[in-house]
């Protein structure tokens, strides 16, 4: 029988989830196919809460993926990679996170903090990680990037702000011609 060789992959993270104390999702990004659609996203999240909410570890091998967790009053973070992934990396995106939550809510990192942050959350969660790649795992580095790009006008407000620009350009030339 031949040996499976694995090449060597930036792919580490596949999910990275974060329940509250009830096991109901706030936030999952899924960055691969291995639960692709909603349902079974959910199904497998009320699995690994299930399995890890009454524990104090904070590893587990749960349907063939490893899943390192934390949890904080009344959150749980989840950070998952496949079964041969190297645990120390997912543990480092996970705390990256969570120190990241952490100063963005002023040590404040409880559901209803979490939940008036969202944006904020969304953004640190594209810092560290895109596509599956770990790109960050510096919390300060992270804290930094958020508030740059966060400091000029709120995402929601840009985006209008650039659609009216947009029309009063398209109206200019119309105008003009």
């Keep these: 029988m031949e040996a499976l060789i694995l090449e060597p992959s930036l792919y580490t993270v596949k999910a990275i989830p974060i329940l509250d104390n009830d096991g109901d999702r706030l936030f999952a990004k899924y960055y691969d196919d291995t639960y692709p659609s909603v349902k079974e996203q959910k199904a497998f999240e009320k699995n690994i809460f299930n399995k890890t909410h009454r524990t104090d570890s904070e590893i ?25 992934e190297n645990e120390l990396m997912l543990m480092a995106v996970l705390n990256c996170l969570f120190d990241s939550l952490s100063q963005m809510l002023r040590k404040n990192v409880e559901k209803r903090a979490l939940l008036e942050n969202m944006e904020g959350l969304f953004l640190a969660v594209d810092e560290i990680v895109d596509g599956g790649v770990i790109l960050e795992s510096d919390p300060q580095q ?13 995402l929601t407000e840009q985006t209008v702000s650039q659609v009216l620009q947009s029309a009063k350009e398209q109206i200019k030339w119309s105008l003009l011609r």
């Design 60 to 84: 587990a091998l749960l349907e063939g993926l490893t899943v390192v967790y934390k949890s904080s009053i009344d959150l749980y973070f989840y950070v998952i990679g496949s079964s041969y």
């Design 142 to 154: 992270v804290v930094h990037r958020v508030a740059l790009r966060g400091e000029d006008v709120p």
